[in-house]
């Protein structure tokens, strides 16, 4: 039951950690038939020559884990290799589509240390590989990064990636280097104990100085490339975001959003759902002059401002959470990036000179 309330961070992290039993699956990783001329040698030690990117820390657990096997029996890792051996690596996982290849991706690290990581992601880096992103991303930026470390597999899903910004949105991220730190971040998160601040402009004046915003989100089924807020509470996940008035900008507002939640999407959603779409948001509509006047002045400005940020103006500015190993209290600021930061100058100038009406 509690699994339907948990974050999809952690349901994926549910599904991965299964424990291997007569019921569970196995899937093959890896298949090699020893040669005939292969003297006797550790499985462990033969695994390490031949597997891409695996170290011979993890090929050891694996075989402590019954996961290495020769001829279809499970081995430890001091099993020798004997000729016509066939030696397999099964996982209680399947091999992923497309593996993560490491890829020498500038990285802005924020700190770092032998748990975790945090990282201020620009804005247009696709987070984690997917449908007709297979390269390029951040998970691969952080494969480049942590290739020296032995334990550290981009490919397992027991690290990495503790929660997700979208690809247009900048801001910070935590990584976690090792299972403990990951499972121990995400229980942070699924308790909403995280600290996550965001700055965005919306399109239109927000009336109220502050407010909440309560309301199940899931696929829009009418564009199904869209989020949206549901009607029926039944139906999609609850969905939490506080919201504070920062300037009013004439037909835009700059407001700091707070989530106690983190579901896809969320702030764009949930700042639609109030009427108040982001600034530049193409899939949500705010690539669109909604707000201001008909004439040319401003309508030449306001694409302008499109230009200088040509993407949903939102960052994720602020992180905060305790050390899963020291337990220490992190917290972490990014500054606007470059593009928001001129924009929101562009609205201070129009709101000081009003002949653009």
Same mark, same amino acid.
């Given at each position: ?17 299964? &424990?291997?039993?007569?019921? @569970? ?28 990117? /695996? ?5 050891? $657990? ?13 081995? $430890? @890792?001091?099993?020798?290799? =004997? ?10 996982? *399947? ?6 290849? *490491? ?19 620009? /804005? ?10 297979? #390269?390029?991303?951040?998970?691969? %930026?952080? %494969? ?5 470390? &032995?334990?550290?597999? /981009? ?7 503790? #929660? ?68 029926? *509470?039944?139906?999609? =996940? ?31 959603? !949930?700042?639609? !759902?109030?009427? #108040? ?9 705010? #690539?669109?002059?909604? =707000?201001?006047?008909?004439? @040319? ?39 606007? &990036? ?20």
């Amino acid at each position: 039951m509690i699994e339907e309330e948990l974050p999809d961070e952690l349901k994926n992290d549910l599904d991965d950690i299964e &424990p291997v039993g007569d019921e @569970s699956q196995l899937y093959e990783h890896f298949r090699v038939v020893v040669d005939k001329g292969q003297a006797m040698v550790r499985v462990d030690k033969y695994l390490f020559e031949r597997i891409v990117n /695996a170290s011979r820390n993890r090929i050891q $657990k694996a075989a402590e884990d019954g996961f290495v096997m020769a001829n279809g029996k499970p081995v $430890k @890792s001091s099993y020798k290799v =004997k000729p016509l051996d066939v030696i397999t690596v099964m996982m209680d996982r *399947p091999r992923y589509e497309n593996e993560i290849i *490491p890829e020498n991706i500038p990285l802005t690290i924020v700190y770092e240390d032998p748990y975790l990581m945090v990282v201020n992601k620009p /804005a247009g880096l696709v987070v984690h590989p997917g449908h007709g992103n297979y #390269h390029g991303t951040l998970v691969n %930026a952080l %494969a480049w990064h942590m290739k020296d470390i &032995p334990d550290y597999d /981009a490919n397992d899903p027991h690290v990495g990636l503790v #929660h997700r910004i979208d690809k247009d949105t900048s801001g910070l991220l935590v990584i976690a280097k090792t299972p403990d730190a990951k499972t121990n971040l995400g229980i942070q998160f699924f308790n909403k104990t995280t600290k996550r601040k965001y700055r965005a402009l919306v399109w239109g004046v927000v009336e109220q100085d502050e407010g909440t915003i309560v309301g199940n989100i899931a696929r829009n089924p009418r564009d199904r490339m869209q989020m949206a807020v549901m009607s029926d *509470p039944t139906v999609g =996940k609850h969905a939490v975001t506080h919201y504070r008035v920062l300037e009013r900008l004439g037909y835009v507002t700059l407001v700091e959003c707070i989530l106690e939640t983190g579901r896809t999407h969320q702030i764009r959603v !949930h700042m639609k !759902h109030i009427g #108040h779409v982001l600034f530049n948001d193409e899939r949500y509509g705010g #690539h669109e002059i909604l =707000k201001g006047t008909h004439f @040319s002045k401003y309508k030449q400005f306001v694409n302008n401002c499109f230009d200088t940020c040509p993407r949903q103006a939102l960052h994720a500015m602020t992180l905060g959470f305790v050390h899963p190993v020291t337990g220490e209290e992190m917290y972490f600021t990014s500054e606007l &990036p470059d593009d928001m930061s001129r924009l929101i100058e562009k609205w201070r100038g129009y709101i000081s000179n009003r002949e653009l009406e």
